[in-house]
């Protein structure tokens, strides 16, 4: 498949797609108290729909659900009221008030665990010195980087709504319209 990216809501699912959803795409559709801003987001999920009822694979690794964790983690840190925010998130972390947000997180892990399969991010098998070389670019986040080369290795195809990952010679499916540009 060329590296342009296809609209997630146009691709005809089998059941031996192997998908690789990204941290932001699983902050969508599990996010607890999260709304996506717009409709493309909800495409998302229309799409989850219908790859559960085909019975496509869903795979997901560390570097993935940890993301999904400390942006969610992050969200309920911003989002406090400026009297109950505390200096830095570590502190708000530790704190008695982060307990239930950290259940609702750790739910949601669980959820995403149910409808996924874990794999390994094959980290020693990845061309480190060609990562590290396009990170130096500064177009692209060095997870991103590490997850583009897992989905090469694999043949996985990115389930995302990051614009980084524009130029990436692997399979994506999204909703963001300015990545489909």
Known sequence: MPDHPKRID???????DQLF???????????????????QEALYSIAFKKIREIGCRIVIDA???????NRLARLAYYQLPSSKHPREFKEYRKSSAF????KSIADACRRILTVSTPVESEF??????SILTQFESGRCDFNDHLLAALCENR???LVT????????????????????R
């Open 10 to 16: 146009r691709h005809a699912f089998s059941a031996q």
């Open 21 to 39: 959803f990204d941290a932001n795409v699983w902050v969508f559709l599990f996010g607890p108290h999260y709304r996506p801003p717009n409709t």
């Open 63 to 69: 570097i993935v659900l940890s993301e999904f964790v």
């Open 99 to 102: 307990e239930p947000v950290a």
């Open 124 to 129: 020693a098998a990845l061309d480190l010195p």
């Open 155 to 157: 043949g996985f195809i």
């Open 161 to 180: 709504h990051d614009g980084d990952f524009r130029g990436k010679n692997i399979p994506i499916l999204t909703a963001n319209s300015r990545l489909l």
